[in-house]
């Protein structure tokens, strides 16, 4: 009987053993087949992971060339924008330049043209300087025939309303200065005569200044 139970313990025991190692040989096939998928899926995120990253490298670099090349289109339309308008501004300068030339130009043709009219016999100023063809520095010139004396002449005319071909020239000489001179005048048959006073302006020629009637 005690061989019996003996024999009996022992087959027990083996049942329980080859029961464990069976659990165990699940286990361990368990824990294999989890590192394979777990591995695997490790191994396909590595292999996929360049990939990705050369994306989104392609994407920045894109992204970056786009708004680089829109900044330089920026400054360039800028600098356009800027050349333009300083181009205009210029223009408008050369232009207000060109006006106040035509400006000055016109003051001296008024004053040898549309002066006379305007002045006319009222013998009263303010006159303005009836231009030159003298250079500078001036120097006055008391000779008969000359420019100097001749642009006078054309000063007193005006002046006085009196044509140049209708003046009589009494007397022209100094007017107490340098840059003064002081003419004596008549028209032809008249015996009307006027004093006439007249001051060198620098650059601009002869300028009446005051026309008194003799005797008034």
Do not use: C
Request: no cysteine.
């Amino acid at each position: 009987m005690a061989k019996e139970d003996k024999s009996f313990s022992s087959r027990s025991s083996r049942r329980q053993k080859s029961s464990f190692d069976r659990f165990l040989n699940w286990a361990i096939g368990i824990v294999v087949a989890l590192i394979v998928v777990i591995g695997g899926y490790l191994l396909i995120n590595i292999l996929n992971s360049p990939s990705d990253t050369a994306s989104t490298q392609n994407a920045t670099t894109k992204s970056e060339e786009k708004h680089k090349t829109a900044g330089e289109n920026s400054s360039k339309d800028k600098s356009d924008k800027d050349n333009t308008q300083a181009t205009d501004d210029q223009n408008q300068g050369d232009d207000s330049q060109v006006s106040d030339d035509d400006s000055t130009t016109s003051d001296d043709s008024d004053s040898t043209t549309d002066e006379d009219a305007k002045n006319g016999p009222a013998l009263t100023g303010p006159w303005k300087p009836i231009g030159t063809s003298q250079s500078e520095p001036h120097t006055t010139n008391y000779d008969q025939g000359s420019v100097d004396w001749n642009e006078r002449v054309k000063a007193m005319s005006i002046a006085t309303g009196i044509s140049e071909g209708d003046m009589v020239v009494v007397w022209l000489g100094n007017g107490g200065a340098p840059d003064k001179s002081l003419g004596k005048v008549h028209a032809k048959g008249s015996n009307t005569t006027y004093d006439v006073l007249l001051q060198w302006v620098k650059n601009k020629g002869w300028k009446p200044l005051s026309v008194d009637e003799e005797g008034s």
